[in-house]
């Protein structure tokens, strides 16, 4: 499978622990974006890449989380003493430029406990 | 700021029957609008996006800026069109998308 990647496909974890997820974009997308979705809502915008800068944070993205993209290639979404609110589905795209359509990964499914 | 409304959650239809998927924006810009579509157990990935002006899968969206819609229609379901369907804006120099909450589409045979 070419398209998105993302590791893990689900994690439970504990109320107060630390997870990161990963992301591996489509080859050559400079493009890469987080978002978030919780049970009967749409996806909702976390962060954007342009290549290894963050160029936009959502207000959603409070100070536990943090995301990196180091080489412009992977990135990977940490949150920090998780609470039961960030349960949910965090879903990576990534497009080429402007103009293409975003790719969507299958998600990590995070549960916390 | 903007918005995407879908104001129904589920849909479900019998086999060949018109299907439409009512999607409202709120944006102050040139709009780009898409459609998305989740199957079961798949990713959610791109329908189509107003500005291709193309039909796939028979489904076909005609952006109307009066009425600030973008529909999805097809004039005859089939079953394989039973998925969660999502609206979307893009919007920005980052291109970053707001959906809607998403509609169910069950077609019974």
């Known amino acids: 499978d070419t398209g998105v990647s993302q590791d893990p496909r689900h994690k439970i974890t504990k109320r107060g622990q630390n997870v990161t997820f990963r992301c591996d974009p489509i080859?050559?997308?400079?493009?890469l974006y987080w978002y978030r979705q919780t049970l009967g809502q749409g996806p909702e915008f976390l962060t954007y890449?342009?290549?290894?800068?963050?160029?936009?944070k959502s207000r959603l993205l409070s100070d536990r989380f943090s995301a990196e993209r180091p080489k412009g290639s992977f990135s990977t979404l940490e949150i920090q003493r998780t609470e039961q609110g960030d349960s949910a589905m965090y879903l990576c795209?990534?497009?080429?430029?402007?103009?293409?359509?975003?790719?969507f990964g299958q998600g990590t499914r995070l549960t916390v406990v | 700021a903007q918005r995407v409304t879908q104001p129904e959650k589920l849909l479900s239809v019998f086999k060949g029957a018109p299907v439409e998927l009512k999607c409202n924006y709120s944006?102050?810009?040139?709009?780009?609008l898409f459609w998305y579509v989740q199957y079961s157990r798949q990713r959610l990935q791109l329908l189509l996006r107003?500005?291709s002006r193309e039909s796939i899968k028979g489904f076909t969206a005609d952006l109307n800026k009066g009425e600030t819609s973008f529909h999805l229609k097809k004039p005859f379901a089939q079953e394989e069109d039973s998925a969660m369907y999502y609206c979307?804006?893009?919007?920005?120099?980052?291109?970053?998308?707001?959906f809607g909450k998403g509609i169910t589409l069950s077609v019974r045979p």
């Open positions: 795209a990534s497009s080429l430029d402007y103009n293409t359509e975003a790719f």
């Open positions: 890449f342009q290549n290894e800068a963050q160029l936009e």
């Open positions: 107003h500005i």
């Open positions: 944006y102050s810009g040139s709009p780009e």
């Open positions: 080859s050559e997308h400079n493009r």
């Open positions: 979307a804006l893009k919007s920005g120099a980052n291109s970053k998308l707001t």
